[in-house]
């Protein structure tokens, strides 16, 4: 049970911000998850929704990395919603079962193809420490170029965002969903 009641309904708002909540629908077609709770907060939900298409089809890394860069950061940040929701979009870009498996167990990513490896590993660095060693930063760079690395940091650290909304909010994931906890 969310700590405060989620914005669900055009009518949960007040009248000069129910446009905000249209844009909302617009985007994902239902109100709920992270957005239940940013619509509290109607300009900071305008200012954020952007990003939400620009994840999902505006940025030039290609999808299956992606997520794994998503599924990665967000199982850092222990959100059961937001993790349920990802890897759904994880299947959907071709993400195999296996490299989700090894996300949820937050297993060792040695064995995976050198850009996945890559790319897990970057992602917990920068979860767990803030940082990232220069290896694998290079590595990144040189294979991809800094727009790619810029890219690929700031959507992680979107669904990051996500992850404190519904994590501080207690937002639970959706009956069905993907867990990685009870």
């Given at each position: 049970?969310?700590?405060?009641?989620?914005?669900?309904?055009?009518?949960?708002m007040?009248?000069?911000?129910?446009?905000?909540?249209?844009?909302?629908?617009?985007?994902f077609?239902?109100?709920?998850?992270?957005?239940?709770?940013?619509?509290?907060s109607p300009?900071l939900?305008?200012r954020?929704?952007?990003m939400?298409?620009?994840?999902?089809?505006?940025?030039i890394?290609e999808?299956?990395?992606?997520?794994?860069?998503?599924?990665?950061?967000?199982?850092e940040?222990e959100?059961?919603?937001?993790?349920?929701?990802?890897?759904?979009?994880?299947?959907?870009?071709?993400v195999?079962?296996?490299?989700i498996?090894l996300?949820?167990a937050?297993g060792?990513?040695?064995?995976?193809?050198?850009?996945?490896r890559?790319?897990v590993?970057?992602?917990?660095?920068?979860?767990?420490t803030?940082?990232?060693?220069?290896?694998?930063?290079?590595?990144l760079?040189?294979?991809?170029?800094?727009q790619?690395?810029v890219?690929?940091t700031?959507?992680?650290n979107?669904?990051?965002?996500?992850?404190?909304?519904?994590?501080a909010?207690?937002?639970?994931?959706p009956d069905?969903?993907?867990?990685?906890?009870?």
């Amino acid at each position: 049970m969310p700590r405060i009641p989620p914005i669900v309904a055009r009518s949960d708002m007040a009248p000069e911000h129910q446009y905000v909540f249209d844009q909302v629908m617009d985007v994902f077609g239902r109100i709920r998850g992270p957005f239940s709770m940013l619509l509290h907060s109607p300009k900071l939900a305008e200012r954020l929704l952007p990003m939400v298409p620009f994840a999902r089809e505006g940025t030039i890394v290609e999808p299956q990395l992606r997520q794994i860069a998503v599924l990665a950061a967000v199982r850092e940040r222990e959100a059961n919603y937001v993790w349920a929701a990802q890897v759904d979009a994880s299947r959907r870009a071709g993400v195999p079962e296996p490299v989700i498996d090894l996300l949820r167990a937050k297993g060792d990513p040695a064995g995976l193809a050198a850009d996945e490896r890559d790319i897990v590993t970057y992602v917990r660095q920068l979860m767990r420490t803030n940082r990232t060693e220069q290896v694998v930063f290079d590595a990144l760079n040189k294979r991809h170029g800094a727009q790619w690395l810029v890219e690929l940091t700031a959507v992680a650290n979107f669904y990051v965002a996500l992850c404190g909304v519904v994590n501080a909010f207690d937002v639970p994931a959706p009956d069905g969903g993907d867990r990685f906890s009870g």
